[in-house]
């Protein structure tokens, strides 16, 4: 059986792939004009007629927006964890928010989830 840190690791690599990593990367294949679906053409065609810099912008304010939307989740599932006792993240039979500090801080450090797992490291 996977270790506690082994199995909070796991949580992190399965939210930078499956949440924070697939929105960007969504994004970036915006801008490159990629997307197939009709209902999309006029975002796409937007976010293609800005500028690199416009680009490099709108990106960080996404990543920004995507990541403090993650944060809140983890938070309030921490919250939800310690005060209401009703929601439990289990992996590998670990209850996750009980082998944190904090699962809403385990992205953010200089070895945390972000920095250890994504795709896309935060900017220094």
């Known amino acids: 059986m996977p270790t506690e840190k082994e199995s909070l690791d796991y949580l ?4 930078m792939r499956c949440h ?3 929105a960007l990367f969504t994004l970036a294949t915006a ?6 679906v009709e209902s999309l053409q006029g975002f796409q065609d937007v976010l293609k007629s800005l ?10 304010g996404f990543e920004h927006i995507i990541t403090g939307a993650l944060h809140d989740l983890l938070f309030a599932l921490q919250e939800e ?14 209850d996750a928010a009980k082998i944190s500090d904090g699962l809403h801080g ?4 200089d070895d945390g ?11 220094k």
Do not use: A, M, P
Not at 81 to 90: A, S, T, Y
């Open 12 to 15: 992190g690599k399965f939210l």
């Open 51 to 60: 500028s690199s810099e416009q680009q490099e912008k709108l990106f960080d």
């Open 20 to 22: 924070r990593d697939q």
């Open 113 to 123: 989830w972000i920095e250890r797992f994504s795709k896309y490291k935060k900017k």
């Open 81 to 94: 964890n310690d005060f209401k006792n009703r929601i439990h993240l289990i992996v590998d039979g670990y």
């Open 31 to 36: 801008f490159k004009g990629y997307w197939k």
């Open 106 to 109: 385990e992205q953010f450090t």
